[in-house]
């Protein structure tokens, strides 16, 4: 909307390269989401325009890429997942995480579909994502446990990968440079947390960093 012409001031909005997202420990020792269409089921049950629409005021928009569309590399054409709880529901079936016994909740091959969410309690924005997601899980037959903690015990577990599922907020620099956060090695130091392995991103990330020609770059990052 436009600036209230009413107002002693005027309003500027800059945009920022700042990322919440969350982090599945692909690790974890249930493997709930070593299945890649779990995982994708899951962040199909995230609302992300709800949450920029209700909570953000517009002033934050889902992101398909760790690549910030504002900068060179970052592709605007790319669309995140849909919030689609259906869609998420069939991926899970396909999956086989169905609810085995009729009681709501859906089953793995070690338990129930359950697990708990961690985030920082004095990180703004991170208990209204987490509930979001509580509430659309549960649609879909998957309980979701919130729990907040301190800052300084957060990042040891994330850090420590001891943790099911994270909400965790990037501060992006404003290089594509996707190598700390999708490399493989840096899953014990690096911003890695989830434990994603996957040998032609780790080829493809350390290629990006030594290559100088800009053409070679962008076919890269697409």
Known sequence: SPPDPNLPFDVTVIPTSVLDLIYWNIAEPRGLFADARVRRAMTMLVDRPGYAAR??????????????????????????????????????????????????????????????????????????????????????????????????????????????????????????????YVHSSQIPSGFNFGGYRNPEINRLSAELRRTFDAKRASEILS
């Open 55 to 180: 909570v953000q005021h517009g002033y934050a928009r889902p992101v398909a890429t760790l690549i910030d569309p504002q900068i060179w590399g970052g592709d605007p054409a790319l669309t995140p997942h849909a919030f689609d709880v259906t869609a998420a529901m069939r991926l899970l079936d396909e999956a086989g995480i169905k609810d085995k016994d009729g009681d709501g909740l859906r089953d793995t091959p070690n338990g129930p579909m359950s697990f708990t969410l961690i985030y920082s309690g004095q990180t703004s924005g991170h208990v209204e994502i987490g509930s979001l997601f509580e509430r659309a899980a549960a649609q879909a037959g998957v309980r979701v446990k919130l729990q907040s903690l301190e800052w300084p015990v957060m990042r040891t577990k994330t850090r420590e990968h001891d943790f099911e599922a994270a909400i965790y907020r990037l501060r992006l620099e404003p290089i594509p440079d996707p190598y700390s």
